[in-house]
């Protein structure tokens, strides 16, 4: 009986302590997270440390290199990343990297250590003219709430994904839904996602929306009041009238200020929607997917009967356009004053095409956003609220993966960064669920004494990439054996 038990044994798992679901984990096999392995009977970081070079290229062009051999005097350009440290959880120890310096003669200090966020989204921006669903409407991937659609800003759609109440104040199946698109969407992939009452999306940072199976080209160069502004003196003398179609700011350039100074002549037209100054009008459609991100595919539904006394007159022309130039029409008013569409005038298809060209390139942007105040301090600081001010007043530097960090004013330490700025797959995630992100404060030796800094573990860089972290020497910036080929 005893063999059989024997013969039955299994493996014994140590237990993981980098977040809190604590996995028992057997040799040779990783934790929930993908990110922790059993080794030999110790528990080590899987990915390498992430060591950023800053002299390759000019400016502050950043290079990420997993591996690299490194003399003892060739590490001014240097700078540890929080990309594959290891987490001060459960929070009372210091980070896993505390590394000394000199820049110009200063001593610094950099607290490296990658964060366990349950208190963290991302906000989308999305480059276009099109409605993809009403503001506060319901973001879903894969069938569950993970967010909603924000107000607009020019030319783009906003949308918020993610935050606490998506991750943990949900259903399960909610929370892990909104914690893998998270990932998905900071590590730059590709994430569908479904507007309640809207469009169907795809998005990914860096890359071009995809709205209802629609690849999304031009961001508008502006409304259309911005676009009569900009192009009036394009116009001049090539054509009588000029309608910029859009689905908040429609503008008309005999109307218009722009117009006025330059000496138009007024045409008598009439436009539907609510005037708000001298060529400009609000609401002369709906929203939707056509011109200038309204629902109309006929532009002429905007335009009610034209006014002889004001200036119409059989042969006075019209071009009609979007914001981006995508749209566009040229039309002549016949002897009943009903616009007739003929074919465009090159000269005027060349101001269309200037139109085109001021657009820039439709893309999404992520931007990664977490509440960095919690107890992770703890490993930066014995005295957590110090290291808090120190941010708050510009003496205490924040990065994520070596890029500077924007901190919100007020409370707390609460940061957000530009994901496709950061190394490739910076961003992990535990199965809480939270989003594990790199976090970096750098601040002079003197103040990090100042802050109860855990003055201790400070090392220097040098003997960082050479030896490695807690997570054990296989685990290291420069592997046992590396020739420096890597």
């Known amino acids: 009986m005893s063999v059989k038990r ?18 028992y984990v057997a040799e040779g096999q990783t934790g929930a997270c993908d990110r922790y392995a ?25 290079t990420p290199f997993l591996a690299m051999h490194v003399e003892d005097s060739d590490t001014a350009g240097l700078f540890v990343t929080a990309v594959g440290s290891g987490t001060t959880y459960p929070d009372y120890k210091p980070a896993p990297f505390v590394v000394e310096r000199r820049m110009d003669g200063v001593d610094f200090v950099t607290v490296v250590t990658e964060a366990i966020f349950s208190y963290c989204g991302a906000k989308v921006k999305i480059d276009t003219d099109r409605h993809i669903g009403p503001e506060t409407a319901t973001v879903r991937s894969g069938g569950e709430s993970v967010g909603h659609v924000m107000t607009g800003e020019y030319g783009s759609r906003m949308l918020s994904l993610g935050g606490v109440d998506h991750l943990t104040g949900g259903s399960k199946a909610e929370g892990r839904v909104t914690c893998e698109t998270l990932l998905r969407l900071c590590n730059g992939e590709a994430v569908e996602l479904a507007i309640e009452g809207g469009s169907d999306l795809v998005v990914q940072a860096g890359e071009p929306p995809v709205i209802d199976g629609q690849v ?4 508008r160069v502006g409304c259309g009041s911005a676009a009569i502004g900009m192009f009036a003196s394009q116009w001049v003398d090539l054509v009588d009238e000029v309608v910029v179609v859009d689905d908040h700011i429609t ?7 722009a117009g006025k100074v330059l000496g138009w ?3 008598g037209i ?47 022309s019209m071009l009609m356009v979007s914001t981006t130039g995508e749209h566009s029409g040229y039309y002549v008013l016949d002897e009943n004053l009903m616009p007739q569409r003929r074919d465009m005038p090159p000269e005027l298809a060349a101001s269309v095409a200037l139109i085109g060209e001021n657009c820039e390139p439709a893309l999404c942007t992520v931007m990664f956003m977490g509440g960095a105040g919690g107890s992770l301090r703890s490993g930066a600081t014995r005295n957590p609220i110090r290291l808090t001010r120190s941010v708050q007043e510009g003496r205490t530097r924040v990065t994520c993966g070596g890029v500077p960090a924007y901190v919100w004013p007020g409370g707390g330490i609460t940061i957000m960064v530009d994901v496709s700025r950061m190394p490739d797959r910076s961003f992990g995630s535990v199965p809480t669920p939270a989003i594990v992100a790199p976090v970096e404060f750098t601040v002079t030796r003197a103040e990090y004494r100042a802050l109860g800094g855990h003055d201790e573990a400070v090392r220097t860089l040098d003997d960082i990439v050479n030896t490695g972290g807690e997570y054990g020497a296989d685990i290291r910036a420069v592997p046992p054996g590396d020739d420096g080929a890597g």
């Open 216 to 219: 999304e080209a031009r961001m």
């Open 38 to 62: 059993n080794q030999d009977g110790r528990i080590v970081r899987c990915d390498p440390l992430t060591i950023l070079d800053r002299r390759i290229a000019a400016g502050d062009e950043i």
């Open 251 to 257: 503008g008309v350039v005999s109307e218009h200020q």
């Open 6 to 23: 024997e013969q039955r044994r299994r493996p014994e798992k140590i237990r993981c302590d980098a977040c809190p679901v604590m996995c």
């Open 265 to 267: 002549p007024d045409t």
């Open 270 to 316: 009439r436009i539907r929607g609510r005037r708000s100054t001298p060529g400009r009008y609000f609401q002369v459609a709906g929203a939707g997917l056509g011109w200038g991100g309204t629902d109309i595919d006929d532009p002429l539904v905007i335009l009610e009967e034209w006014n002889a006394r004001k200036g119409a007159r059989p042969g006075l």
